[in-house]
Nanobody
Framework: QVQLVESGGGLVQPGGSLGLSCAAS????????MNWYRQAPGKERELVAG???????VYSDSVKGRFTISRDNAKSTVFLQMNNLKPDDTAVYYC????????????WGQGTQVTVSS
């Protein structure tokens, strides 16, 4: 009954922008730290950005200044705004929820493909 569904992926040219959404159902988003991971072919899955239940954010060095993570607990949705995209940003992007305040459940979304290419 818990589900994270990513959307917004697609093909974009270098320097372009793309916005990803993660819609969560079956959980109260207020009790979860939310994260975006990505995985490119042949590479390990890596943390892109995270936003704690408090609203504090963290970004990988490779996307700092270009990506922005945000959340809307009332809409049970997490966003990743990606600007100035580069070919190295090409990957499947996954939404990941980690429970806090005694809620230790963890959930992954199915992923959405982002391709940055001319």
């Amino acid at each position: 009954q818990v589900q994270l569904v990513e959307s917004g992926g697609g093909l974009v040219q270098p320097g372009g922008s793309l916005g990803l959404s993660c819609a969560a159902s079956g959980i109260n988003l207020r009790f979860y730290d939310m994260n975006w991971y990505r995985q490119a072919p042949g590479k390990e899955r890596e943390l892109v950005a995270g936003i704690a239940s408090s609203g504090n954010t963290v970004y990988s060095d490779s996307v700092k200044g270009r990506f922005t993570i945000s959340r809307d607990n009332a809409k049970s949705t997490v966003f990743l705004q990606m600007n100035n995209l580069k070919p190295d940003d090409t990957a499947v992007y996954y939404c990941y929820a980690a429970g806090v305040w005694g809620e230790r459940s963890q959930y992954w979304g199915q992923g959405t493909q982002v391709t940055v290419s001319s």
